[in-house]
């Protein structure tokens, strides 16, 4: 494996593994955020109905998990104020953002107010607010929440889901963009 650190930029050549190159025996957060932010990811708004009352917030750590049975996962943070009240409802909807949607997903993601304001909904069969415009929608019905150092472990079992046509919302290093197939 050839040392191909590039003047200092701390970016290392494919090849090399990182920690080892920059002899790193640990590492700062800022430097996790910049590794892990080059896995490019779509975005999701994770949506319930608590006390009657829609809830929800931006949510880009969601993952399908198990086929049979249908089972997602995804990580909301401890300091989530939103979580704890879907939690409480014991089920929800992730809304996967289509590509026009970058707007909604910056509101989703301030905490406190009223994120419902002016956003069109409907509930699903769970009676979770399925966004309007949303590119997917899965249902779900709370499994399991697993402390998982500052986040949750979250495992949902699906209920049901939709699609339609349209193209994702996509994150990657900390920003938005479209995909181009
Ligand atoms: C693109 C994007 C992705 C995000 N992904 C997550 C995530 O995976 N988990 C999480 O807890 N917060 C995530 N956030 C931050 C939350 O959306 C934000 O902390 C939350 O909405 C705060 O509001 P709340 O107090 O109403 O929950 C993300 C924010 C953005 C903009």
Known sequence: MGDAMDGGSGVVDAGDDDLQAAGAASFDAGRFREVLGHFATGVTIV???EGGEPVGFTCQAFTSLSL????VALAPGKSSTSWPRIAAAGAFCV?????????LSRDFAVSGGDKFTGVGWRPATNGAPVLDGALAWVEC????AHEAGDHE???????????????????YRGGFGRFEP
């Open 153 to 171: 472990l979250v495992l949902g079992s699906v209920r049901g889901m939709g699609v339609r046509r349209g193209r994702p919302l996509v994150y």
């Open 95 to 103: 809304n996967i953002l289509a590509e026009d949607q970058e707007a």
């Open 141 to 144: 019905e709370l499994e399991l």
């Open 47 to 49: 949506t319930a109905l």
């Open 68 to 71: 049979d049975p249908p089972m």
